[in-house]
């Protein structure tokens, strides 16, 4: 299976969670991975970029998903 785009949920109060979204991103960015990172507290950001993410990993978090992560919305 080949991921095509992961998204970066981070919480902009840890700075080692920034520094590792924009590192990531950089990351995918050099494989050609399509991208996207926002803040953890975007709820509108993220609904509209998961319909085309094949993966969301969150950073700085406690382990919990974001709101908008199983949104019936």
């Known amino acids: ?30 494989r050609g991975i399509a991208q996207w990172q926002a803040p953890s507290s975007e709820t509108e950001t993220r609904l509209r970029e998961l319909p085309t993410t094949d993966a969301l990993v969150v950073l700085g978090g406690d382990g919990a998903a974001p709101p908008s992560v199983g949104s019936d919305r």
């Open 1 to 30: 299976m080949r991921v095509a785009g992961i998204g970066f949920a981070y919480n902009p109060t840890i700075g080692a969670a920034v520094e590792l979204s924009a590192r990531a991103t950089g990351w995918c960015q050099m």
